[in-house]
């Protein structure tokens, strides 16, 4: 977007791939605030196409668009900012953890050379590390079948 290129709503939706609705409701949050042109349609600016990639970059990292109004917020106080920004961040490595877990899983299915995956040793202790408390089978393997 050139530096005083303005646009209308639906122009600058379409670039992002979004529905203009959407940045009416942000804007209705006051994640946005476009200028307003004679007869008051909203008129969009660089400034505003910064904010809706910040927007989307929040989004993309699991914030909630309150989260994002409260993080964009000039008035925010920053120790609380960053806080959150570590709470989020503690969250994210959790979510993480369990993909990678979960990849590792998937890749070991993809090369096990058991028949049935489901008499493979790696997955059974998965599993079995899975059951609640009450139903894990003595020593961690997998129930009998039945």
């Known amino acids: 977007m050139k530096s005083r290129q303005r ?26 605030t476009p200028a307003r042109a004679p007869g008051g349609r909203r008129v969009y600016g660089p400034v505003d196409a910064t904010r809706i990639a910040l927007i989307l970059l929040a989004k993309e990292a699991g914030l909630t668009l309150e989260q994002t109004r409260y993080l964009l917020a000039e008035a925010a106080d920053k120790q609380a900012r960053a806080t959150l ?24 299915a993809a090369a096990c050379h058991a028949e049935d995956i489901t008499v493979c040793p790696q997955l059974r202790e998965k599993v079995a ?6 139903l894990r089978p003595d020593g961690g393997a997998w129930p009998a079948s039945d």
Not at 85 to 108: D, M, N, P, V
């Open 85 to 108: 920004y570590q709470q989020h961040g503690e969250l994210l490595r959790g979510r993480i953890a369990a993909a990678q877990e979960s990849l590792a899983i998937i890749e070991h």
């Open 7 to 32: 646009m209308a709503i639906g122009e600058l939706a379409a670039l992002y791939g979004l529905a203009p609705h959407v940045l009416r409701h942000w804007e209705q949050m006051g994640l946005l």
């Open 129 to 134: 590390a899975r059951l609640p408390a009450g």
